[in-house]
């Protein structure tokens, strides 16, 4: 990640008019450290829970790890028993300290159609298959969600969350780009016979005007 402040981004989403809306969010919780580089993951639970989302993308997550022995997806989605997030997976994009780091996806709509995973990186993704400890793998996930439109059209929505590489010059994150798009492109888009809308999030380490975005 680059040395820039954690972002907490928050999307509200008209999906059918006014009638209903999603809060979709994605944060970069640099495995549970606040704003003061401290590591609480109570601070981050409580801040995610501030914003009371219906989605959430988590980035730098770890799980079970010597640093912090604690599966960090399930204390956040599990934090507020009012609003405890329904469905989540964490998807480990390495081994790391005899635990996972990877990214996350949570929802509080308990139906969720399919979780999508993909891992790669930006030299040889084949490796990435069955990675070892040091292999410096990319990880993918997103969840497919049912909705009903008011004309009983049936829309799968997609929510998904990616960390890109960070090399120097963006062509890591670009080559890491062009690989997500091909996959989702074979497993989505081609395949997919219901309407559909994907939301994508993550830390992409780049600008918006870099080609990797676009």
């Not at 949570?106 to 159609?113: M, P």
């Not at 990435?128 to 059209?153: N, R």
Request: charged share 15%; net charge negative; proline share 3%.
């Amino acid at each position: 990640m680059m040395h820039l402040p954690c972002i907490l981004l928050s999307i509200l989403i008209n999906l059918i008019s006014s009638t209903f809306s999603f809060r979709f969010g994605t944060y970069n919780i640099r495995a549970g450290s606040n704003f003061e580089h401290v590591y609480n993951l109570t601070e981050t639970a409580k801040t995610i829970q501030h914003f009371n989302f219906d989605f959430l993308a988590l980035q730098e997550v770890d799980n079970m790890t010597t640093r912090h022995p604690v599966d960090q997806t399930t204390f956040i989605a599990q934090y507020d028993p009012e609003q405890r997030f329904q469905a989540y997976h964490f998807e480990k994009m390495r081994n790391f300290q005899n635990g996972g780091y990877g990214v996350s996806i949570l929802s509080k709509k308990s139906t969720v159609n399919r979780v999508l995973t993909y891992h790669y990186n930006n030299t040889t993704p084949e490796q990435c298959e069955v990675s070892k400890e040091g292999d410096y793998c990319q990880g993918l996930v997103l969840f497919e969600i049912p909705f009903e439109l008011q004309d009983k059209t049936q829309l799968s929505i997609y929510f998904g969350t990616t960390h890109l590489g960070i090399g120097l010059g963006g062509l890591q994150q670009l080559t890491e780009a062009k690989q997500i798009v091909r996959w989702m492109t074979d497993s989505i888009i081609n395949v997919t016979h219901n309407p559909y809308v994907i939301f994508m999030t993550g830390d992409f380490n780049t600008i918006p005007t870099d080609d990797s975005i676009k």
